[in-house]
């Protein structure tokens, strides 16, 4: 594959994604922004994979490195293990001209992100994402958060990184429940955005579930792009970026009624986005072939698409503590077209209950 780059132009803040398949352009791309010390945050098992690549290529730019490697997982999103990191960072002498590499998934990514947005107000970071997932969302648009026990994502800030760089190469260690999770938000980009994509989409997702470079490159660009034109239109969140949580009120509310336990985030919203649908279609906003073709192309990623053994009740109750409510009322992404969503929030509450009560392949056929 050839190379990519695709620009985030923010008017302070802008950037370059670059997406390759090895680490060579990796010097090109974080050259402006490597300082004189690097720390980089990473985790048990990306340490193993890739770090010692990438704090050699880090030396050879003149780089003094230190690595700090955390236990893998969601609980070591928190605040005590930001401590250790600032510990760390101080301990080896990094300041305001230093950068921070966040080498991993989202965790590390949100994690580091936190720590370069807090660490003496404010310090470079650069984004090397290392699962699907990373790649296609939490690596771009600079969302950064730790979680506190009691609410997931809730200490955080908007803070972009200086870079980031996507070597497609690291997702063949990842694991098939791992890169089935990333799917689901690459597959929602289709649906709320790019009809074009969607298009390809259907016919090239075997493709891509074989991990096949190209289909993989396209894919994520695609994701990419949408991101980037997404967020570079509204940074904060105070309009069109809310369009990215389609199949996330349903989701996160999946996700916190289990305890981050059954599902991982990509299954919990490739529930949501069918159950969400599944509103859209019995409000009449779209007719049954969009959601017919949601389910298709989830069941072609290994994604779940019916819910089973959930108290609709509860999950209710656990959506209407989203934070991204607002005024009490649960907010709503919902297609209204193909690759088109908009944003409701006053559906009728029995119309959510009725959507858990059949499944929406039964609705359909
Ligand atoms: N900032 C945002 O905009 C945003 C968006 C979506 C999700 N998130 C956050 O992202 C996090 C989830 O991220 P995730 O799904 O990447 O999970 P993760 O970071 O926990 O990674 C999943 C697992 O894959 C392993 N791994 C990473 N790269 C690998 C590779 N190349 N080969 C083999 N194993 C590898 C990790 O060690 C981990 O065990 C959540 O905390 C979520 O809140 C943030
Ligand atoms: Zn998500």
């Known amino acids: 594959m ?51 690549d990438i704090e050699s290529i880090l030396n050879s730019m003149g780089s003094q490195v230190t690595t700090a490697v955390v236990k893998p997982g969601e609980e070591r999103k928190s605040l005590k293990t930001a401590e250790n990191l600032y510990t760390q960072a101080l301990e080896n002498g990094l300041d305001r001209s230093s950068v921070i590499i966040a080498l991993g998934g989202g965790v590390v990514g949100d994690l580091a992100g936190f720590i370069a947005a807090t660490y003496m107000r404010g310090i470079n970071y650069v984004q090397i994402p290392t699962t699907l997932l990373a790649q296609v969302d939490s690596s771009v648009g600079g969302k950064v958060a730790v979680n506190h026990p009691l609410a997931k994502n809730i200490i955080g800030s908007f803070y972009q ?23 689901a938000e690459l597959i929602k980009y289709g649906f709320i955005w790019d009809n074009e994509f969607l298009g390809w989409l259907q016919h090239n997702i075997d493709g891509i579930m074989k991990r096949q470079e190209e289909d993989l490159a396209y894919a994520i660009e695609c994701s990419c792009k949408t991101k980037a034109h ?55 906003l779209v007719d049954g072939s969009i959601l017919d073709l949601l389910i298709r192309v989830l069941e072609k990623a290994n994604l779940p698409t019916e819910i089973h053994g959930v108290d609709t009740e509860a999950l209710i109750k656990a959506m209407t ?45």
């Open 2 to 52: 050839k190379p990519i780059s695709i620009d985030l132009d923010l008017p302070n803040n802008a950037y370059s994604i670059h997406i390759d398949q090895s680490w060579e352009g990796l010097d090109k791309a974080i050259k402006p922004f490597v300082g004189h010390k690097a720390m980089v945050v990473t985790d048990e098992n990306v340490y193993d994979l890739f770090a010692r």
């Open 161 to 183: 990184p200086k870079s980031v760089y996507i070597n497609i190469d690291t997702l063949k260690t990842l694991q098939d429940r791992q890169f089935s999770t990333g799917m």
């Open 230 to 284: 997404i967020v570079s239109q509204d940074e904060r969140e105070k309009g069109l970026r809310t369009i990215l949580n389609f199949g996330h009120t349903i989701g996160h509310g999946l996700e916190s009624l289990t305890n981050y336990g059954l599902y991982t985030h990509g299954e919990a919203v490739a529930l949501g986005m069918v159950y969400e649908s599944s509103i859209a279609y019995r409000m009449g």
């Open 321 to 365: 503590h989203d934070k991204k409510n607002k005024g009490g009322s649960i907010v709503f992404v919902l297609p209204v077209g193909t690759g088109k969503v908009d944003v409701f929030n006053n559906i009728d509450s029995m119309l959510i209950h009725e959507a858990f009560k059949v499944s929406p392949k039964e609705l359909i056929s």
